[in-house]
């Protein structure tokens, strides 16, 4: 594994082949912690791309904490739908406002439901339901992350208190929160050494088949912790969970002596081994914030004042605290780290991402299959679970298009996931199908992904106007709507999807 994985941090054929093989966990964390770190940072890198990995760069961000009003609470929410952030729901904290208005956490989580269409992430969920916590976890200041930088106890001598009489009252509820839920998070870092800061390993299979029973994402939390060890057990737990999403949390559990490179590795691991290929972080300094930002992650949860969430990302030690509105400098963050890219993730590419897995249909997404690669990635099916989603309007469906090709060849205009799908419901219907974009990377992967698994002749051809001179119909496969306009000024006849 280790030469394979040297030869793909400069060769995208070895970066394609490892992407089609099992995986040996131990053995990536061993090739990876090898490299130099420039060579780490390429490596995950080249497993951002299409279709390797997800590409995306996003926030998503916790809104809530057990000492906000519940107006308060709304309007985080609702400024989070506004800029297009998934909102990340500390169960604990929603129990705890609705104790002071007369609510359940549950009709809390209502009342968010229903002003919301963003995808909505459930954590601090355990056996019981909703956590319950005593106020001197709840609110925290953060001695740990302002500390640092590295974790050996909480500095207030605490464990993992639960309020389990509260938690039984509101039981019943249980798989309601998950109901509503886009995602659902767990943590395995009691397993990595980690028993004071997480619920036992029992708590999360429990959740874990909770949110499978339902469709919903599944996200694991682990932690770096020694950078190797409890890395490889980390990553083992998760995907023995069936996680789908995998959130490293550095931090304070990063005990590395140098903490930069073991987090940019253990993110380049990361991006190899997520069953989902969507990497996360919910906790990491700012050196590994960005040093991961550079090796390939691609979610960041922070959050509003007084959510922790808000102070564990993208601060140092010593101003990681209580109180700090962690959203606009993660933000920030990202756009130093990736100039004029327009990042992260905003609402209008949610819901052309949503538009895309409504036209493909549940059946076809991940965790399925086309060829040798899954359709989308977590994401999409995390989408499927938002009200964004269900709001979507269509221009054509799948069944409309098949319906209405006529001849032999047909042109698709947009060589991603859409083109797929496309592709395998026209496969006995047409002889020739030409995938047309202006990425020759995007353009070679699916041609080759599509001519190995269906029946019919796959073209490539990155000029739009000739491969719809070439074609009987022609089809614009994208959902995105600047790309797809752009399509239409080449290929004005083509039929369209939104």
Request: hydrophobic share 40%; aromatic share 6%.
């Amino acid at each position: 594994m280790y030469d394979l994985i040297k030869e793909a941090v400069h060769s995208d054929e070895a970066a394609i082949e490892i992407s089609k093989m099992k995986k040996d966990v131990g053995s990536v964390v061993d090739a990876i912690s090898e490299l130099s770190l420039d060579d780490t940072m390429k490596l995950g890198m080249s497993f951002k791309r299409f279709p390797l990995g997800c590409d995306l760069t996003e926030v998503v961000v916790g809104t809530c904490a057990s000492d906000l009003e519940l107006m308060d609470l709304l309007g985080n929410c609702r400024l989070s739908d506004m800029i297009g952030a998934p909102i990340h729901i500390c169960a604990y904290a929603f129990s705890d406002i609705g104790e002071k208005f007369g609510m359940t956490g549950f009709e809390v989580m209502k009342k968010v439901h229903e002003i919301v269409d963003v995808p909505l992430d459930l954590d601090h969920f355990g056996e019981n339901g909703a956590m319950r916590l005593p106020k001197n976890i709840t609110g925290c200041g953060g001695e740990c992350y302002s500390k640092g930088p590295s974790f050996t106890e909480c500095p207030r001598g605490r464990i993992h208190e639960r309020l389990i009489d509260k938690e039984f009252e509101q039981k019943e509820d249980k798989e309601n929160w998950v109901k509503l839920s886009s995602s659902v998070a767990v943590n395995v870092s009691s397993e990595q050494t980690g028993d004071a800061h997480a619920a036992p390993l029992s708590e999360a299979k429990d959740i874990a088949v909770l949110a499978k029973k339902y469709g919903k994402g599944l996200e694991s939390i682990m932690f770096v912790g020694d950078g190797y060890d409890e890395v490889i057990t980390g990553f083992e737990k998760s995907i023995d969970l069936g996680a789908d999403v995998i959130v490293v949390e550095g931090g304070p559990f990063n005990r590395c002596e140098n903490t930069t490179e073991s987090f940019a590795k253990t993110i380049a691991a990361a991006r190899i081994l997520s069953p989902g290929k969507v990497v996360a972080t919910n906790g990491a300094y700012e050196h590994e914030l960005r040093m991961g930002l550079r090796s390939g992650l691609n979610m960041v949860i922070t959050g509003f004042p007084k959510n922790h969430h808000g102070y564990m990302c993208g601060y140092e030690p010593g101003t990681a605290r209580r109180g700090k509105f962690g959203l606009p400098r993660v933000v920030q963050i990202i756009n130093e780290e990736f100039p004029n890219m327009g990042l992260p993730v905003q609402k209008q590419d949610l819901i052309a991402i949503a538009a895309a897995v409504k036209f493909a249909g549940s059946e076809n997404i991940y965790p399925n299959k086309i060829g040798s690669y899954h359709v989308g990635d977590a994401h999409w099916a995390t989408l499927v679970n938002s009200r964004m989603y269900h709001n979507i309007k269509l221009k054509h469906t799948l069944n409309d298009i098949v319906n209405l090709v006529e001849g032999s060849t047909v042109s698709l205009h947009g060589g991603r996931f859409v083109s797929w799908v496309i592709a395998k419901e026209l496969d006995k219907k047409v002889e020739e199908i030409i995938i047309s974009d202006v990425d020759d990377w995007v353009l070679s992967n699916t041609v080759n992904n599509l001519q190995d698994e269906l029946n019919a002749t796959i073209i490539a051809e990155n000029d739009d106007k000739r491969a719809s001179s070439q074609a009987n119909f022609s089809i614009a496969s994208s959902t995105m709507i600047s790309i797809k306009e752009n399509i239409l000024k080449k290929v004005p006849h083509a039929l369209t999807i939104v």
